[in-house]
């Protein structure tokens, strides 16, 4: 008997000291269910399926929130306000963390097999260099000229500026024509329309590139009356109703009026410089009932906004594309511009394409090349979401890159002619990614250029190194 009560007791204390190590093992024994996380309150079927207002893809509703900004996972609730002419809505959605690596849906660290991305973007800044002033057929030239160079140089994409800043680089109902191009589309001719054909006709793809909330220094190019100042620049209101309204009907207008291959959006939403921004819109938000912090709702806006674009590329034709390129560290863009990349990539119904701006040398003291490259691939991604890296050819030659942080990392690009070709080779080595893009078309011809503290014959050499390894 008294080896039976021993056995009891050790069976007794081993029981103890199982559940007081793992919680969950006792929480599940006497509560009959298989989930051991209880900080999550799914909503119900019937609720999911009345929600009908909700443009997030495949949302959990929870009935938790987080006062602060902290970063860490908050669960978000549907609020609809209104603050003089801007209707402002919050749907139910959890926010994906910065620094979350468990994946809600299904994602891949498996090889790239679609074909390799190899593109460049063709900036407002050398549209308006090659079409302003000049007669149809000299901008016919020109944008051939940009066309028959990508060919030649190996390049299979075009990412072609169609919106800087409020504006239209094609024929549009909704913005007003650039002016460098308001001549051009005068005289019947419209840029885009003949590049997507010049692209076409060479087997390059053309994609869209819109920068979606900038206005730029001019105030009268705003097309709704949602905007606010940063740093003598405006910009569209993200929490706006108008102001999003205003951007999907400029999206939806280059869809399906154009056979481009895809639409992107780059690395502006918020401004960097949010100390004079006013708060109005947010105190509503809360005076109204809402619980998030300002951070994370000023990333619902965002994520608001990319989730419709993408759905309403996607509802026009089939094939289409919409690709966001972010910064290229991920903390800048959770916590500066607020733009919740993990969430958009770990997800479905975002986007169709990441190309973070990966604009560092293989000797910057943080976030050397391949260390930046690796934490992109690292990050849980949707296996419908392709990783693209974009590749700095505008640093090439360049005698000191200021932020890099060591005298070695401020010298590499004037010291060395092989980091274009090393990136792209290193990009290649990771069967991850799915390709490049080069910023930006004119460095490809660097002797034409007149930049003050660079190496123009380090840069030729460059561009020269790097097309030697251009086609796979």
Not at 118 to 134: F, Q, T
Not at 184 to 189: K, Q
Request: net charge neutral.
């Amino acid at each position: 008997m008294k080896r039976v009560s021993m056995i009891v007791a050790y069976l007794l204390i081993l029981t103890f000291a199982v559940t007081a190590c793992y919680p969950s093992l006792w929480f599940v024994s006497n509560s009959g269910s298989d989930k051991s996380d209880t900080s999550q309150t799914t909503q119900s079927s019937e609720t999911a399926a009345s929600d009908s207002s909700s443009v997030f893809p495949e949302s959990t509703v929870t009935e938790e929130s987080s006062e602060t900004d902290s970063g860490t996972d908050t669960q978000l609730s549907t609020t609809q306000t209104t603050s003089g002419t801007s209707s402002v809505t919050t749907i139910t959605k959890p926010t994906t963390s910065k620094k979350s690596t468990n994946s809600a849906t299904t994602t891949t660290t498996k090889p790239d097999t679609g074909k390799e991305m190899r593109a460049v973007w063709v900036s407002y800044i050398e549209l308006n260099s090659m079409l302003n002033g000049k007669t149809v057929a000299q901008a016919k030239a020109a944008i051939d000229g940009v066309m028959v160079n990508c060919k030649a140089y190996g390049l299979n994409a075009v990412i072609f500026h169609v919106r800087a800043n409020s504006d239209a680089y094609y024929k549009s109902k909704v913005f007003s024509p650039a002016a460098s191009v308001k001549n051009l589309l005068n005289a019947g001719f419209d840029p885009l329309a003949y590049a997507v054909e010049a692209a076409h006709s060479r087997g390059l793809e053309l994609h869209a590139w819109v920068n979606p909330y900038r206005i730029g220094t001019n105030k009268s190019f705003a097309k709704c009356n949602d905007y606010f100042e940063s740093d003598g620049r405006y910009y569209y209101n993200p929490a706006s109703d108008d102001a999003q309204k205003l951007i999907i009907s400029g999206v939806d207008e280059i869809v399906r009026n154009y056979k481009t291959d895809g639409v992107q959006f780059d690395d502006y939403f918020y401004p960097s410089n949010l100390k004079n921004l006013p708060n109005d819109d947010y105190n509503k938000y809360k005076s109204d009932g809402g619980k998030m912090s300002v951070g994370d709702w000023r990333r619902t806006n965002v994520s608001k906004l990319i989730a419709t674009v993408y759905k309403k590329v996607h509802s026009i034709r089939s094939g289409c594309v919409f690709g966001v390129s972010p910064r290229g560290v991920q903390d800048q863009n959770y916590d500066v511009v607020y733009a919740d990349v993990a969430l958009w990539m770990k997800e479905k119904g975002y986007i169709d394409y990441i190309c973070p701006q990966v604009y560092f040398g293989f000797l910057h003291k943080t976030q050397a090349f391949d260390k930046n490259v690796d934490s992109w691939i690292a990050m849980p991604r949707h296996s419908s979401v392709r990783l693209y890296i974009g590749l700095a050819l505008h640093k090439i030659g360049i005698l000191n890159d200021q932020y890099a942080g060591t005298n070695a990392g401020k010298a590499e690009w004037a010291q060395h002619n092989d980091i274009m070709k090393r990136s792209l080779l290193s990009v290649r080595s990771k069967p991850e990614c799915g390709g490049v893009m080069f910023f930006s078309y004119r460095y490809f011809t660097p002797a034409s250029l007149t930049q003050s503290s660079w190496s123009r014959d380090v840069a030729i050499h460059e561009v020269e190194n790097l097309l030697t390894v251009m086609k796979p």
